[in-house]
């Protein structure tokens, strides 16, 4: 599926022309302006998969912000916007193929670190008041209580159930379980597979952060899964070699100068693994 289309960008002559009408100079910085006017980045043309490819620096994270910025996609974390950003984003311009669907979002790798956060936080918090419900259960379990008036009910029901259950199952049926807190890679899967939802388009921010090459595998094949059979297009940022391999993924070099449409084995981050392994062919033997 392809809800965006098409996405450009501001030329340097469009941003110069910008420049020579503002009076304002205090600023150090006119952040996103001239970085990616710098490799000449001008259209972007997606496919159901598109994906931006480019070491630290090239622009691929500012491209995306843009692109999500211009579009009013949702996202959990706040960017750290420049006093231009607005100012450049009203110099792009999008096309559509379909209307982009309301539960489209940005996701980044603050989103996938936030919540991972979150959820040892959470567990935490149950586990220490965990700690009080073992006390809890022996001071019901043992007390000489007696209800004297209805406000004393409530103290009542405890008892009986301190005195009818062990104290794991007293636990459990007045504190809920913890969330099962995951490794960092499953939480980091966990995030994806609960925002990513059927006939969306989502821009990705180097999913591969917290993820082992087994989870990027699997990764890739629930994002393939996605765009080909639950009505997905993604937008992605990347240079992990897996998620550069998906079957028919458009993939735009930043680090070409002007930026240029690559196969992934021709890119040059690939070719170092790929020569890196047939140096050691011989080892894995």
């Not at 340097?12 to 996103?32: A, H, I, M, N, S």
């Not at 070099?253 to 011989?282: C, G, I, Q």
Request: one cysteine or more; glycine letters at 6%.
């Amino acid at each position: 599926m392809i809800y965006l289309a098409q996405f450009t960008f501001p030329t340097g002559e469009q941003e110069f022309d910008f420049f020579l009408g503002e009076k304002r100079t205090c600023y150090d910085t006119f952040y996103p302006f001239q970085i990616l006017s710098r490799r000449n980045l001008r259209v972007l043309d997606f496919e159901p998969v598109t994906i931006l490819y480019g070491g630290n620096g090239s622009g691929k994270t500012t491209a995306l912000n843009v692109i999500g910025e211009t579009l009013g996609l949702e996202r959990d974390t706040l960017y750290n916007r420049s006093n231009f950003f607005e100012n450049y984003t009203g110099l792009c311009r999008f096309e559509t193929q379909q209307p982009i669907p309301e539960r489209s979002r940005i996701i980044t790798s603050d989103d996938v670190f936030d919540f991972m956060l979150n959820l040892r936080s959470l567990n935490e918090g149950i586990d220490r008041k965990r700690e009080g419900m073992f006390q809890e259960y022996l001071e019901n379990k043992y007390t000489h209580f007696q209800m004297r008036s209805l406000e004393d009910y409530d103290r009542l029901k405890k008892v009986v159930s301190a005195r009818s259950k062990t104290q794991s199952r007293y636990v459990r049926a007045n504190l809920m379980d913890n969330v099962r807190e995951h490794s960092n890679g499953e939480s980091a899967f966990l995030y994806f597979s609960e925002k990513i939802q059927e006939n969306g388009l989502y821009l990705l921010d180097e999913p591969e952060n917290s993820l082992s090459p087994q989870r990027q595998q699997e990764l890739l094949r629930f994002l393939e899964d996605s765009a080909r059979f639950f009505g997905c297009q993604f937008v992605i940022a990347t240079h992990s070699p897996f998620l550069l391999s998906m079957r028919g993924a458009k993939i735009y070099d930043l680090d070409e100068d002007p930026v240029d449409v690559k196969r992934w084995t021709d890119l040059s981050n690939v070719r170092a693994y790929f020569d890196f392994f047939k140096m050691h062919e011989r080892e894995f033997l």
